[in-house]
């Protein structure tokens, strides 16, 4: 997981900055486990999530700020044992 997704060399602004600080304590580190819980009703925001074992509420601007890449699946579960 990596937070921020600006290009390389591109200028933060200081929201940008207080975001990925934010987003880092709140547990969006690398190698946390993600799981989008439930979506707003409007627009799809806010969007509940789980990080790691913790539970918290994002609006959807502050979680395009978080780039995921998906696991790959356990062959041992696709092959039922």
């Known amino acids: ?9 591109a200028t933060q602004s200081a929201f940008d900055i207080e975001l990925e ?3 880092l304590e709140i547990g969006l580190v690398e190698g946390a486990h993600v799981e989008i819980l439930h979506e707003g009703f409007i ?3 806010p969007i509940a999530v789980r990080v790691d ?9 502050e979680a395009n700020a978080v780039i995921v890449a998906s696991e790959a699946p356990d062959p041992r579960l696709l092959a039922g044992g």
């Open 21 to 23: 600080k934010r987003l």
């Open 43 to 45: 627009g799809k925001d």
């Open 1 to 9: 997981m990596e937070v921020g997704g600006k290009a390389a060399g």
């Open 53 to 61: 074992s913790m539970c918290v509420a994002l609006r959807r601007r």
